[in-house]
């Protein structure tokens, strides 16, 4: 099979680079596409994967410039199947090549973007959190995240320590995100006086910031994670993989009662939820590693099904 992947966001490298490995090693062909957004570049680059840029800009437009881009590579490689995570560019592409569809969610979406997307794909794969909500859907059980942090792809590097500056006798890691992406719905980041305030009450803290050289390797922030002592993020998915990996964790985002995999956690009391950071922030306690799905295996069986 010739098989293109789509890469709009950092999470998204994570999520299908070892399933990319395993469809190499089985004789499929594999073009990746991306977009230039925050660390996705540098995460392709530090795990050797070759991949083109699509265009990005204003989003009307873009979307009609990166559909056609993505169509033009999947024609070029006669591609049998096209592959994203809740991607419109990947579903016009696929649909106008008669090609089939296969994206990714973990998020309700909006009914524009689900219309453009979700609604024209062959299938649509989703967390049970998510189960009926969508048409062709298929479930597994668990969160997206564990597709990179099941035990058989993730080992902490303890080399990440050194190169971050820090010593494994304790350490809180902190994520602030920009807060303009398109499901932000504008909101402001938070100030820089509320982020000081927020640091000096962990103690020794990595900070981590959406769309700025913080300092971290991109591909060391999960061993830096998984060997810290607790998590604060303004984005869901680092408090996600807090949460999975039994990391006291706290996402603190006025969008967390929209997400079904966050509630989810927040049952588990593995996560604590805050809408703001007008009060005080208490992380989850610590506990095991959650017992996993092998997340990266549905992905295979989903992208080599053929309908």
């Given at each position: 099979?010739?098989?293109?992947?789509?890469?709009?966001?950092?999470?998204?490298?994570?999520?299908?680079?070892?399933?990319?490995?395993?469809?190499?090693?089985?004789?499929?062909?594999?073009?990746?596409?991306?977009?230039?957004?925050?660390?996705?570049?540098?995460?392709?680059?530090?795990?050797?994967?070759?991949?083109?840029?699509?265009?990005?800009?204003?989003?009307?437009?873009?979307?009609?410039?990166?559909?056609?881009?993505?169509?033009?590579?999947?024609?070029?490689?006669?591609?049998?199947?096209?592959?994203?995570?809740?991607?419109?560019?990947?579903?016009?592409?696929?649909?106008?090549?008669?090609?089939?569809?296969?994206?990714?969610?973990?998020?309700?979406?909006?009914?524009?973007?689900?219309?453009?997307?979700?609604?024209?794909?062959?299938?649509?794969?989703?967390?049970q959190c998510l189960a009926g909500?969508?048409?062709?859907?298929?479930?597994?059980?668990?969160?997206?995240?564990m597709a990179y942090l099941h035990?058989?792809?993730f080992k902490p590097d303890s080399?990440?320590?050194?190169?971050?500056?820090?010593?494994?006798?304790?350490?809180?890691?902190?994520?602030?995100?920009?807060?303009?992406?398109?499901?932000?719905?504008?909101?402001?980041?938070?100030?820089?006086?509320?982020?000081?305030?927020?640091?000096?009450?962990?103690?020794?803290?990595?900070?981590?910031?959406?769309?700025?050289?913080?300092?971290?390797?991109?591909?060391?922030?999960?061993?830096?994670?998984?060997?810290?002592?607790?998590?604060?993020?303004?984005?869901?998915?680092?408090?996600?993989?807090?949460?999975?990996?039994?990391?006291?964790?706290?996402?603190?985002?006025?969008?967390?009662?929209?997400?079904?995999?966050?509630?989810?956690?927040?049952?588990?009391?593995?996560?604590?939820?805050?809408?703001?950071?007008?009060?005080?922030?208490?992380?989850?306690?610590?506990?095991?590693?959650?017992?996993?799905?092998?997340?990266?295996?549905?992905?295979?069986?989903?992208?080599?099904?053929?309908?």
């Open positions: 099979m010739k098989i293109i992947f789509d890469m709009g966001h950092p999470a998204h490298v994570h999520f299908f680079r070892h399933a990319i490995a395993e469809l190499e090693k089985r004789g499929h062909t594999v073009k990746v596409t991306a977009r230039d957004k925050d660390v996705t570049l540098r995460l392709l680059d530090a795990f050797g994967i070759p991949y083109v840029v699509r265009p990005t800009g204003w989003r009307p437009l873009n979307l009609v410039r990166a559909t056609r881009f993505i169509r033009k590579v999947a024609r070029e490689l006669h591609a049998d199947v096209l592959v994203g995570v809740h991607n419109p560019y990947i579903a016009g592409a696929a649909v106008s090549l008669k090609r089939e569809c296969v994206l990714f969610t973990d998020t309700p979406g909006s009914a524009f973007v689900n219309r453009i997307s979700l609604e024209k794909a062959s299938r649509v794969v989703t967390p909500r969508f048409p062709n859907q298929v479930t597994y059980p668990g969160f997206k995240e035990p058989k792809y080399g990440a320590l050194a190169r971050a500056g820090v010593s494994p006798d304790g350490y809180f890691l902190a994520r602030f995100i920009s807060w303009n992406a398109y499901h932000d719905g504008g909101m402001d980041r938070t100030r820089e006086d509320e982020r000081t305030r927020i640091i000096s009450g962990l103690g020794k803290t990595l900070v981590s910031l959406e769309n700025c050289d913080d300092g971290l390797a991109a591909q060391d922030l999960h061993s830096l994670l998984s060997q810290s002592s607790g998590c604060i993020s303004e984005g869901a998915t680092l408090a996600k993989e807090a949460a999975v990996l039994g990391i006291p964790a706290a996402y603190v985002s006025p969008l967390a009662s929209e997400l079904p995999p966050i509630k989810e956690l927040v049952k588990t009391g593995r996560l604590m939820v805050y809408s703001n950071f007008s009060s005080e922030i208490v992380l989850s306690p610590k506990s095991a590693p959650m017992e996993m799905c092998n997340v990266t295996s549905v992905i295979i069986r989903e992208v080599e099904k053929r309908d």
